[in-house]
């Protein structure tokens, strides 16, 4: 995936069936779905893959075992169907885990466990594994750093883990094995119309700042918390479809959950569930579920929200986490569909809306990364009948995903305290796309969210051998360096 290459082609005037406007797992999903049905597809994301929301999760393919608690059957049922064929589909990127529920009250071992006997029905076929209630010696097993005083035992079950930026770059690569022609770092200005009917964009390279126009017979409004922006450029008076929803995440050293299982707990102070994870040789506690009034760029876990994940880890955790153990702390914005007045985020569908505009602009909103592929197949198809393209069946149940080659043993670690190497910088910048020291330590290495400072001591060594690769001089270098370091100052956990 060449971006000078890409470039070049949206330049040359084709019109393209679809046009995507964001490369975040909903925008990335519809252009391998398009693409390999064999459409014409160009996609358009203003900042990096994943750049928003797409990279910021909780690491889970999963059907929503709090979902099933509120009695959305449909929801839980696709995400599942998902999860299995993402399993199969990806098996480099997705995996199966344990999770366990501690069981402290008396009722707790047969509520979870018959509720999840149904989360194992609603699987069918592309069941994991199934569910089983665990004695008070197996759960310590499973869970060697579990607080032990009042525990009964506790209910396994299985869901599936992944890394959400690299799916999305994986799938960035697919749909460009497929023709897409995708541009990361490409900012849409405004619409192009005829006869009314949005016909195209005109966007800004922000890497070299020029401008291109890219005509399409659809475009495609996949910008996640952003969508309402893009409706009210269609139309000014265009009522709001989004409420955002912040999710804040704690990554602590690996020896707070040593074991191979994952913990869930079902219920908190705010009536979330909560999770501490296996990731990466880290563990990964979160998540909130806060009520923010706008989008931004580079959202914020909130000291509260810090206080709040470590509050409930010092609970379940018998060796507890201090603030000191923090090692990076990163939110992500979640674009739901909105409900009535006065509705709780947490209490808001995890499900999918499209709508279409007065110009033909299809947008779509809200979802999870689990059901990224059934979303896609639904828009593709609305798109095509909308706009009169042949109808082609979708082929995505059963397409595999790019896979990448490992990087060979011998090159130059980044930081003895991350599992990354000076190669994959170069690969990232030469196959990936990869344009700026961010994208590298955030997203085509995890190296942001798995410790911040030893990320920021990576960042000159980064953007020197990105200069190498695409040309830059030292300048670029001293700016690169210092507009990491400043973010990555923005992942320790809070003072205070």
Same mark, same amino acid.
């Given at each position: 995936?060449?971006?000078?290459?890409?470039?070049?082609?949206?330049?040359?005037?084709?019109?393209?069936?679809?046009?995507?406007?964001?490369?975040?797992?909903?925008?990335?999903?519809?252009?391998?779905?398009?693409?390999?049905?064999?459409?014409?597809?160009?996609?358009?994301?203003?900042?990096?893959?994943?750049?928003?929301?797409?990279?910021?999760?909780?690491?889970?393919?999963?059907?929503?075992?709090?979902?099933?608690?509120?009695?959305?059957?449909?929801?839980?049922?696709?995400?599942?169907?998902?999860?299995?064929?993402?399993?199969?589909?990806?098996?480099?990127?997705?995996?199966?885990?344990?999770?366990?529920?501690?069981?402290?009250?008396?009722?707790?071992?047969?509520?979870?466990?018959?509720?999840?006997?149904?989360?194992?029905?609603?699987?069918?076929?592309?069941?994991?594994?199934?569910?089983?209630?665990?004695?008070?010696?197996?759960?310590?097993?499973?869970?060697?750093?579990?607080?032990?005083?009042?525990?009964?035992?506790?209910?396994?079950?299985?869901?599936?883990?992944?890394?959400?930026?690299?799916?999305?770059?994986?799938?960035?690569?697919?749909?460009?094995?497929?023709?897409?022609?995708?541009?990361?770092?490409?900012?849409?200005?405004?619409?192009?119309?005829?006869?009314?009917?949005?016909?195209?964009?005109?966007?800004?390279?922000?890497?070299?700042?020029?401008?291109?126009?890219?005509?399409?017979?659809?475009?495609?409004?996949?910008?996640?918390?952003?969508?309402?922006?893009?409706?009210?450029?269609?139309?000014?008076?265009?009522?709001?479809?989004?409420?955002?929803?912040?999710?804040?995440?704690?990554?602590?050293?690996?020896?707070?959950?040593?074991?191979?299982?994952?913990?869930?707990?079902?219920?908190?102070?705010?009536?979330?569930?909560?999770?501490?994870?296996?990731?990466?040789?880290?563990?990964?506690?979160?998540?909130?579920?806060?009520?923010?009034?706008?989008?931004?760029?580079?959202?914020?876990?909130?000291?509260?929200?810090?206080?709040? /994940? #470590?509050?409930? =880890?010092?609970?379940?955790? %018998?060796? *507890? &986490?201090?603030?000191?153990?923090? +090692?990076?702390?990163?939110? @992500?914005?979640?674009?739901?569909?909105?409900?009535?007045?006065?509705?709780?985020?947490?209490?808001?569908?995890?499900?999918?809306?499209?709508?279409?505009?007065?110009?033909?602009?299809?947008?779509?909103?809200?979802?999870?990364?689990?059901?990224?592929?059934?979303?896609?197949?639904?828009?593709?198809?609305?798109?095509?009948?909308?706009?009169?393209?042949?109808?082609?069946?979708?082929?995505?149940?059963?397409?595999?995903?790019?896979?990448?080659?490992?990087?060979?043993?011998?090159?130059?670690?980044?930081?003895?305290?991350?599992?990354?190497?000076?190669?994959?910088?170069?690969?990232?910048?030469?196959?990936?796309?990869?344009?700026?020291?961010?994208?590298?330590?955030?997203?085509?290495?995890?190296? /942001? #969210?798995?410790? =911040?400072?030893?990320?920021? %001591?990576? *960042? &000159?060594?980064?953007?020197?051998? +990105?200069?190498?690769?695409? @040309?830059?001089?030292?300048?670029?270098?001293?700016?690169?360096?210092?507009?990491?370091?400043?973010?990555?100052?923005?992942?320790?956990?809070?003072?205070?």
């Amino acid at each position: 995936m060449n971006r000078v290459y890409s470039l070049e082609n949206l330049r040359a005037g084709e019109v393209f069936d679809l046009l995507i406007i964001g490369g975040g797992a909903t925008g990335l999903g519809v252009a391998v779905d398009a693409a390999a049905r064999g459409y014409t597809v160009a996609l358009l994301e203003r900042g990096d893959f994943a750049g928003g929301t797409s990279s910021r999760s909780t690491k889970l393919v999963h059907g929503g075992v709090r979902y099933l608690r509120q009695g959305d059957i449909k929801l839980v049922r696709t995400a599942l169907r998902e999860r299995g064929l993402l399993v199969r589909n990806a098996p480099h990127l997705v995996r199966d885990l344990d999770f366990v529920i501690p069981a402290y009250g008396l009722t707790d071992l047969p509520f979870y466990g018959l509720g999840l006997k149904l989360y194992d029905a609603l699987a069918g076929p592309l069941s994991l594994g199934p569910s089983r209630i665990l004695s008070r010696t197996e759960t310590l097993e499973h869970l060697l750093n579990i607080e032990p005083a009042g525990l009964r035992g506790g209910v396994l079950y299985h869901d599936a883990q992944f890394d959400d930026a690299r799916l999305a770059v994986t799938l960035a690569l697919t749909a460009n094995d497929h023709g897409a022609v995708l541009l990361n770092h490409a900012e849409v200005l405004e619409f192009t119309r005829e006869n009314g009917r949005i016909n195209g964009v005109l966007a800004r390279d922000r890497i070299t700042g020029g401008d291109l126009s890219v005509r399409a017979r659809c475009v495609i409004n996949a910008t996640g918390v952003y969508v309402d922006a893009l409706r009210t450029l269609e139309a000014p008076a265009a009522a709001p479809l989004v409420s955002v929803s912040q999710g804040a995440h704690l990554v602590l050293p690996r020896s707070f959950l040593p074991g191979a299982s994952a913990l869930m707990v079902p219920k908190t102070g705010d009536g979330r569930v909560l999770f501490a994870i296996p990731w990466r040789d880290r563990v990964l506690v979160g998540t909130t579920d806060t009520a923010r009034p706008a989008p931004e760029a580079e959202p914020r876990a909130l000291a509260w929200e810090c206080a709040f /994940l #470590l509050d409930h =880890a010092r609970r379940y955790l %018998a060796e *507890a &986490p201090s603030a000191g153990d923090v +090692l990076s702390v990163f939110a @992500g914005q979640r674009p739901l569909v909105r409900g009535k007045p006065g509705t709780e985020t947490k209490s808001l569908s995890r499900d999918h809306a499209i709508s279409i505009g007065p110009g033909g602009l299809l947008t779509v909103t809200g979802g999870k990364w689990t059901t990224y592929r059934a979303m896609a197949e639904e828009i593709v198809d609305l798109a095509a009948q909308v706009t009169g393209l042949p109808p082609k069946p979708c082929p995505t149940a059963d397409l595999p995903l790019r896979a990448s080659i490992p990087i060979r043993p011998g090159s130059e670690p980044l930081h003895r305290r991350l599992p990354y190497f000076e190669a994959e910088v170069r690969r990232a910048a030469r196959e990936e796309a990869a344009q700026t020291v961010e994208d590298v330590l955030s997203r085509r290495t995890r190296c /942001l #969210l798995l410790d =911040a400072q030893a990320a920021s %001591a990576c *960042a &000159p060594r980064v953007a020197a051998i +990105l200069a190498e690769e695409l @040309g830059q001089n030292e300048a670029w270098i001293a700016a690169q360096t210092a507009a990491f370091q400043t973010l990555a100052a923005g992942y320790l956990i809070p003072a205070g």
